[in-house]
């Protein structure tokens, strides 16, 4: 195949991509690709004689969008339905304010998740704390020991990380929970009661080029 110059032509003419090409720019899966193409993300500017999917060298850009909403927690139907209004909007200012609307609902809800996690941060740095006095134990024994511990640890009481784990389960009472489930029995059960999340499709993995 040809070489890509910077400016995404050979000899003054657009340099169409395969496949495989925009998976390897974009650290995705070829199977990837053809799923962003089933659901209307991507599409291909032509085909070779050989039957090849070719792709303008903007599907790269369009590809690392669809990174970007991923890692903002859209789902692909999600990013699809974004595509959607906005290239069938009557007019170009309504469409942008559309999108403006979208991304300041993101952005409250990004830092809403930055709040809890350096809530569960603090949570973590707490228990790790207390976990390194365990190193020198001054009365090591059965794990029963660790419930009403009396070593010094820093702290007043154990952090809610350490504390939960601690809890002694009730006496005589016996769970009717089979100590091991198989993930066949989980998945056959989901599937009766219709669980999206068992209907997902899985994660893209690699194919051939084509």
Request: proline letters at 5%; one cysteine or more; a neutral charge.
């Amino acid at each position: 195949m040809r070489s890509l110059l910077d400016d995404g032509t050979v000899s003054g003419k657009p340099q169409l991509l395969r496949i495989g090409d925009i998976a390897r720019a974009t650290g995705k899966t070829v199977r990837a690709m053809h799923l962003y193409e089933e659901l209307g993300l991507l599409q291909p500017a032509t085909r070779s004689t050989g039957g090849f999917r070719l792709y303008d060298p903007s599907a790269v850009e369009r590809v690392r969008w669809i990174e970007l909403l991923h890692g903002l927690g859209f789902s692909l139907q999600e990013m699809r339905e974004v595509l959607k209004n906005w290239w069938s909007a009557e007019h170009g200012t309504t469409a942008m304010a559309d999108l403006r609307e979208l991304f300041t609902r993101k952005l409250a809800q990004t830092r809403e998740a930055i709040v809890r996690h350096q809530r569960l941060e603090r949570e973590l740095e707490e228990g790790l704390r207390y976990l390194e006095t365990c190193e020198t134990c001054a009365a090591p024994g059965a794990v029963q020991r660790c419930v009403h511990c009396q070593q010094d640890h820093g702290g007043a009481q154990a952090p809610a990380l350490v504390a939960g784990i601690k809890t002694a389960p009730e006496s005589g009472r016996r769970s009717t929970r089979p100590a091991f489930v198989r993930v066949e029995d989980l998945v056959d059960s989901s599937s009766r009661r219709g669980d999206p999340e068992i209907l997902a499709r899985p994660d893209p993995e690699k194919e051939p080029d084509r």
